[in-house]
């Protein structure tokens, strides 16, 4: 028989997977998104800026002063952005979430059931596991709504489940 303190160490582990679940995937649509935006905005400039020293070479004064006009205000918006920045900000998130998951889900479905576990070390290490995702909650960047939308409606699609625990419910 499964005491209540145990019961309500389970339900708090499923809350702590739940926030986790949502965070990470929001954060890794985050992060796809930004690493989009540093490719549409970097890889033109890095192109205007051959095609601006290649007219210079060819004397075509009008072109290379529109052309690097252009550069400097892709730069410009770019360094503003700083879309890598941000994407490497929400890729570290997501995986630290990610991480934070796959803990409490072994933690619940393996350690959990070892016998002669003390309910005092469950709690204790429930309570690592919570602290772990309020230090998440207070240095990970904002999620956009956007974002967490995409990720209800992912999660809604199963489309962030295994199969495996698909095949078992």
């Not at 890889?43 to 205007?48: D, F, K, M, V, W």
């Not at 240095?139 to 095949?167: C, F, G, L, M, V």
Request: net charge neutral; with cysteine; glycine share 2%.
């Amino acid at each position: 028989m499964i005491s209540d303190k145990i019961k309500k160490i389970i339900e708090e582990c499923y809350r702590i997977e739940e926030d986790a679940l949502y965070s990470s995937k929001s954060h890794y649509n985050a992060s796809s998104c930004w690493e989009r935006r540093n490719l549409y905005i970097g890889i033109p400039t890095t192109i205007l800026a051959a095609l601006a020293g290649v007219s210079a070479l060819q004397d075509y004064v009008w072109v290379t002063v529109a052309i690097s006009i252009l550069v400097a205000v892709l730069s410009a918006l770019n360094t503003f952005l700083n879309p890598s920045e941000k994407n490497n900000q929400h890729r570290v998130s997501a995986s630290a979430y990610n991480a934070l998951k796959n803990n409490v889900r072994l933690f619940r479905e393996i350690d959990l059931l070892k016998e002669n576990f003390p309910t005092e070390e469950m709690a204790e290490q429930l309570k690592v596991y919570s602290d772990v995702r309020n230090q998440l909650n207070a240095s990970s960047p904002n999620i956009p709504a956007w974002a967490y939308k995409k990720t209800q409606e992912d999660i809604n699609n199963n489309y962030a489940s295994y199969r495996i625990d698909r095949e078992f419910q």
